[in-house]
């Protein structure tokens, strides 16, 4: 399924609000935050949804691009530079999930790789998950040439829990 | 841990330990393959040397001593936000591995983390196999694992041909 309407545009600061209510809905089903809290309770008074919120809130928008389809902001996409290596890095991007399977990730990931390549960026790297939420974007990152470097554990411990 | 050595002495850093330290971190940490084996995993490794070691905060550092030597370091940073401390860089020098040295050091840094009102800890550490005695001492000592993820790389043709 091709999305035919989508346009890819740069974010700027009137998008703010918008984005803060796109990270918390696209990442639903895919943000550690949320299992974080799901396995730990609530981190630091807030919901998982206010710290991806902030994500957005204090996010520098130079950085972000998002997908809009008939005037609605349906996925975004942020990333960085490093000129020292010239690894750009590809960092939160997600669509709604409604509008998934439709071709809209793989071309704001095309546009960031666009981007990265003016900025003059040898290499491009991303971080995903292994378990099986993120088994469409492994398959999006695989089919843009993006090979595995390493893999690595996040680990938690509850310090009340200290039985050193 | 079969070798438990009694004659370890964990203590904070110092400035004046800053140039033990770099060298100390460069030493335990450049025998890990991964961070050598190819361009990209080099570029990243020299990149890390040069922006990260020199200017390491000595206050977020502890050091393993074993008669008067400097044998392995931990680190560590705290987020009042969140009530998450992170357990950061941290090797023991290859040669005094196995002997408990990494886990007395992590003990030390969770202690510290609980001292200064946090209420979880949260470490990352690689899947290779090279990482497996440092995955077992995180579970050891309680961690679960929360996350697992993997990074990819490609090459952007435009510009590295």
Known sequence: MEATQVSIRQAVEADRETLTELIVAAFADVTVLRWREERFGIIGGRRWEDWEADLMRTVDLKWVIIAEEAGRAVGFATYELNDATRIGNVSDNAVLPEYRGRGIGGKLLECVLRLMEEAGMEFAQVSTGLNDAYAPARRMYERQGFEPLNRSALYMKNLAQNFA | ?161
């Not at chain 2, 009694?6 to 110092?14: C, D, E, L, M, N």
């Not at chain 2, 370091?73 to 969140?82: E, G, H, K």
Request: charged share 25%; hydrophobic share 45%; net charge positive.
């Open chain 2, 1 to 161: 841990m079969a070798k438990q050595d009694a004659k370890v002495t964990i203590r904070r850093a110092v400035e004046a330990d800053r140039a033990t330290l770099i060298k100390l971190i460069v030493r335990a940490y450049e025998d890990v393959r991964e961070r050598q084996s190819g361009e990209v995993l080099a570029r990243i490794w020299n990149d890390w040397k040069a922006n990260h070691v020199c200017s390491i905060d000595v206050d977020r550092v502890i050091l393993a001593e074993l008669a008067g030597k400097e044998v392995g370091f931990a680190s560590y940073r705290v987020n009042a936000a969140t009530g998450i401390g992170i357990v950061d860089d941290n090797a023991v020098l290859p040669e005094y591995r196995g002997r408990g040295i990494g886990a007395q050091l992590l003990v030390r840094i969770l202690q510290l983390m609980e001292d200064a009102g946090m209420e979880f800890a949260q470490v990352s550490t690689g899947l290779e196999i090279s990482y497996m005695s440092a995955r077992r001492m995180y579970e050891r000592q309680g961690f679960v694992p929360l996350h697992r993820s993997v990074t990819y790389i490609k090459k952007l043709t435009q510009n590295a041909g």
